[in-house]
């Protein structure tokens, strides 16, 4: 049978777009596949690495500040419904995914226009605009939270939770806190906070944690600091004024198996895919709302946790200042630390993947009588 899988533009649709398409092809030897994605977005480059063809559309968001840029973006949008047209007619799919980004609108419009099914997958716990729109039209809606009733047809809902990277749940599992630290260089004996605001790096999580960096230390506090790309020429060089086992400062994490595990606590952003880590491995958390999303969806994804005990929660707009004094006091909790751990393990899903992939199949062959 044959898949066609939209969207994109970050690792938060990217590695779960694969990861249904992994748990698909586990399932049906015989799928094929065929990615769509965003002309010069990331899903060009990971989707091949990944070992599945993809195409582009020339496809963009609309901007909230600039109304005048919003006019290119119109013309790329009507331009993308028509190459969507020939793409969806030229593979003929049996079902078509979603799975959030700017290519999914185009894609599963189409899809719904020729009677193809199509399955939507919801990361966040308040739906976007596309997404509530597709909604109408499609078969069946993956979703992460309870709830969603407000955004869907509750005929059309199923609990999915949200695909993870098996490597990073599994190999966190795999290995004692203790050993997780000694292999990341940091001493067993010391808490280790780690602080992640993505790939891109996050502002006011950096600007916060190089204000209160001696202030964490020094309460005796180990600190793993990703600072992503756009950041880590400016924030790097103050590692020198420390040994590498109390502070280490990166622009990217590698093996965040070993972070999950090694992590007394995590602070970050709260996109889907790390909230669906978090959950998955058990993790202590201090989660930041990124201001700068669709809906403020990322404020939505942290009060589903906070509101369980499952993690805690500090607004942008009042981190500098605050972020060295919430990490002592969390860090010297550890009974808290442990219940937020294990709230948010009970939240979690973990083989969401399958469970999509199952849907997908079922609703493919139905296509196909």
């Not at 098996?166 to 067993?188: C, H, I, M, Y």
Request: hydrophobic share 45%; charged share 25%; with cysteine.
């Amino acid at each position: 049978m044959k898949y066609m899988i939209s969207g994109g533009g970050t690792g938060g649709h990217i590695f779960p777009a694969i990861a249904i398409a992994d748990a698909i092809s586990r399932k049906d030897a015989e799928a094929e596949f065929l990615f769509v994605g965003a002309e010069g977005r990331m899903e060009m480059e990971r989707v091949p690495a990944a070992g599945y063809d993809i195409v582009g559309l020339p496809v963009a968001g609309f901007s909230r500040t600039n109304m005048l840029a919003n006019l290119g973006v119109a013309v790329k949008l009507v331009r993308s419904m028509f190459k969507a047209r020939n793409i969806v007619g030229s593979f003929r799919p049996d079902i078509a995914i979603g799975v959030g980004g700017y290519a999914s609108g185009p894609v599963l419009k189409e899809a719904q226009r020729r009677g193809i099914p199509t399955l939507i997958q919801e990361q966040n716990s308040y739906a976007g605009v596309t997404n509530k729109l597709l909604s109408k039209k499609a078969e069946c809606i993956c979703v992460a939270y309870d709830g969603m009733e407000r955004f869907f047809p509750v005929d059309k809902i199923k609990i999915t939770g949200n695909p993870l990277r098996k490597k990073v749940v599994d190999g966190a599992k795999s290995v004692s806190r203790e050993e997780a630290k000694r292999k990341l260089g940091f001493s067993p004996d010391r808490s280790l906070v780690v602080i992640t605001g993505g790939s891109l790096g996050a502002r006011t999580l950096n600007r916060s944690i190089a204000c209160d960096l001696k202030k964490i230390t020094d309460a005796g506090i180990n600190v793993l600091w990703q600072t992503g790309r756009l950041y880590a020429g400016e924030y790097t060089p103050m590692a020198l004024c420390y040994g590498p086992d109390t502070v280490q400062i990166v622009p990217f994490l590698d093996h965040m198996d070993l972070v999950y595990a090694a992590a007394d606590l995590i602070v970050a952003r709260a996109g889907a895919s790390t909230i669906s880590e978090i959950q998955a491995t058990g993790a202590a958390s201090l989660l930041v709302p990124s201001p700068n999303v669709a809906e403020d969806h990322q404020t939505h994804n942290a009060m589903a946790l906070a509101s369980r005990g499952a993690a805690a929660m500090e607004p942008d707009a009042t981190l500098e200042g605050r972020l060295g004094d919430l990490i002592t006091d969390l860090a010297g909790s550890v009974g808290k630390l442990e219940e937020m751990g294990l709230q948010a393990s009970r939240m979690g899903i973990a083989d969401s993947d399958d469970r999509i992939a199952a849907l997908a199949i079922e609703l493919a062959r139905k296509s196909k009588k």
